[in-house]
């Protein structure tokens, strides 16, 4: 159950301003994938998924899993999109286990590369759901996941240009919490 509160004193769940704050970049999460349709495996929900998670640490999950039931709602709740309930969490994750401390130099560097080996590794993480659903054998994966390739190429190379953008919006983030600016 979500417990809502306004208290600034200690809390047990999320504030209304974090409520609203969460729906709202889960719904940005989800805007932008449909406003880049047009480019084939390329989006912005990598970026997006690390700049939450180094923004707001574990309740990150809350605006990725909203961008995760939107795109179900909207496309519909098929086999595709199981494989969604996870893909986005390892992300998170691998994130959240990075360093907090890297220097800012460091961290232009590695979390463009996290970002981007998340889209390279896109379909090697989306096989074994597909083959669990579709039936596949081992082999059958593999040759889904070579077939695959040209396109986890193109989704490492958006991700590593989107990836750039992960330090100055996770700061942004950072500096708006700290000022207690409504965002």
Not at 36 to 63: D, Q, S
Request: proline share 4%.
């Amino acid at each position: 159950m979500l417990i809502v509160s306004s208290t600034q004193g200690k809390k047990k769940g999320l504030t209304i301003r974090e409520t609203a704050l969460f729906a709202m970049l889960g719904t940005l999460m989800f805007c932008s994938k449909i406003l880049m349709e047009f480019l084939p495996n390329i989006h912005l929900l990598g970026m997006f998924t690390m700049v939450y998670t180094l923004a707001f640490r574990k309740k990150a999950l809350i605006p990725i899993y909203v961008s995760v039931l939107l795109t179900g709602l909207y496309f519909g709740f098929n086999m595709w999109w199981l494989p969604y309930i996870y893909i986005w969490t390892i992300l998170w994750a691998v994130t959240m286990a990075l360093p907090r401390n890297m220097s800012k130099k460091a961290r232009y560097i590695v979390y463009p590369i996290v970002c981007c080996l998340h889209g390279l590794l896109y379909g090697t993480l989306y096989a074994p759901a597909q083959a669990l659903m579709m039936g596949l054998g081992f082999k059958a994966m593999l040759a889904w996941i070579v077939s695959g390739l040209p396109w986890d190429l193109v989704h490492g190379a958006g991700n590593l240009v989107a990836g750039l953008l992960i330090v100055p919006l996770a700061e942004l983030l950072g500096k708006l919490q700290k000022a207690n600016i409504s965002i």
